[in-house]
């Protein structure tokens, strides 16, 4: 019984599929990577399990020594055509004690200034270096979903969780 060797056609469409299946494999890992872009690109609010910071008396009063300078807004599109708005700014520690950690709610409004998305954003992230008093920090928020009847003003910025060392 003699063996035949595989045709010129057989060995076309073996080559044909193997490269349509190496070309969705790559299509599919584009997707993934563009859509883990998009989710991961440190947005604005923390996922479910992350604990708010406590805002007690004593948090409360001290949050009147922090302030938020130099605010700026950029927008941008990734491959999914998802748009971002980035929030940047400086914050500034008035106070005695360090800042280990910092929420604030963010509040974009529209043109007769009614509020249009609130959202509440860690402006110090866990495991980054405490702010320590008399200085400051350049921080970016990131904000997945702002109406397109915001008025492209820079938000309102209230601290709305401390935690103090």
């Known amino acids: 019984m003699a063996m035949s060797s595989p045709t010129t056609e057989d060995s076309s469409s073996s080559r044909f599929a193997l490269a349509l299946a190496g070309g969705a494999g790559i299509v599919l890992l584009l997707v993934a990577g563009a859509w ?6 440190g947005p604005a609010r923390g996922t479910a399990a ?3 910071l406590p805002f007690g008396p004593a948090e409360q009063a001290y949050a009147q020594q922090i302030q938020f300078s130099g605010l700026q807004l950029s927008q941008a599109t990734n491959l999914l055509n998802h748009e971002f708005t980035y929030l940047v700014g400086t914050v500034s520690n008035g106070g005695t004690r360090a800042v280990r950690g910092m929420e604030a709610t963010v509040e974009f409004h529209d043109l007769i200034n009614q509020l249009v998305l609130r959202e509440t954003a860690r402006v110090i992230a866990p ?4 702010l320590a008093p008399a200085r400051k920090r350049d921080f970016q928020l990131t904000f997945e979903s702002v109406p397109a009847s915001w008025n492209h003003q820079a938000p309102t910025l209230r601290v709305t969780g401390l935690d103090l060392q």
């Open 36 to 41: 883990l872009m998009g989710r991961g690109s």
């Open 50 to 52: 992350e604990a708010h």
């Open 127 to 130: 495991g980054a270096p405490p």
